[in-house]
Structure formats: C-alpha cells, structure tokens
Nanobody
Framework: QVQLVESGGGLVQAGGSLRLSCAASGTMFSFAAMSWYRQAPGKQRELVARITSGYRTNYADSVLGRFTITRDNAQKTVYLQMNSLKPEDTAVYYC?????????WGQGTQVTVSS
C-alpha cells in the first residue's frame, strides 16, 4: 500500500516558479515509477512528467524545458520544479505511483498561474 501527499501548490504570476512535492509512505518507494499528472477544468487528466525507478525521465511536450522531475528515495519524495509558468499550466496537479501493476494517487494540489 502506498499513500501519497502532495504539497507546494499555490497562486503565482506568469513567468514565476513553483516546486511541488509528493511524500510517499511505504517501503517500496524506490521501486515505483513516479509521475505528475494534471487536470484543468473541463479537460482530461494528462501526464506531465514521469521518473522511473532507474531515474529515466520523460515529459509532456508542453512542459519540456520548463519543468523538471526529480526523486529522493531516501526521503521517499518526488518533486516537480516548474519554471516559466504560463496561465495554461493552471490545473490540479496529482502525484502518481505505479508499483506492482497498481496505480496510487494523491489528493491533488491546485496550481493557479495568473496572467
């Protein structure tokens, strides 16, 4: 069982930065692929960034070069550094863990970017 708690969301002006954190419980964190998804009002949830247990990363085209995903296995935490934020980045951001063929989700954190 994995529980995920996100933090770090908030209101920021366009061009600003935020860092999201996702703290995980359980002992298997280092084996999980960790991802950040987001869901804007009226839109489907979409993958933003993923980091595997082997530290390989991939990003949505819309955030490439602006967002960076990292993980700290000792702290059982995954981060999303978001720079050069745009109004279209406004969404609820969800942390996801994929482990042993199961998906686990956090409760989400709101990110609002004002123009």
């Amino acid at each position: 069982q994995v529980q995920l708690v996100e933090s770090g969301g908030g209101l920021v002006q366009a061009g600003g930065s935020l860092r999201l954190s996702c703290a995980a419980s359980g002992t298997m964190f280092s084996f999980a692929a960790m991802s950040w998804y987001r869901q804007a009002p009226g839109k489907q949830r979409e993958l933003v960034a993923r980091i595997t247990s082997g530290y390989r990363t991939n990003y949505a085209d819309s955030v490439l070069g602006r967002f960076t995903i990292t993980r700290d296995n000792a702290q059982k935490t995954v981060y999303l550094q978001m720079n050069s934020l745009k109004p279209e980045d406004t969404a609820v951001y969800y942390c996801n863990a994929y482990l042993a063929s199961r998906d686990y989700w956090g409760q989400g954190t709101q990110v609002t970017v004002s123009s």
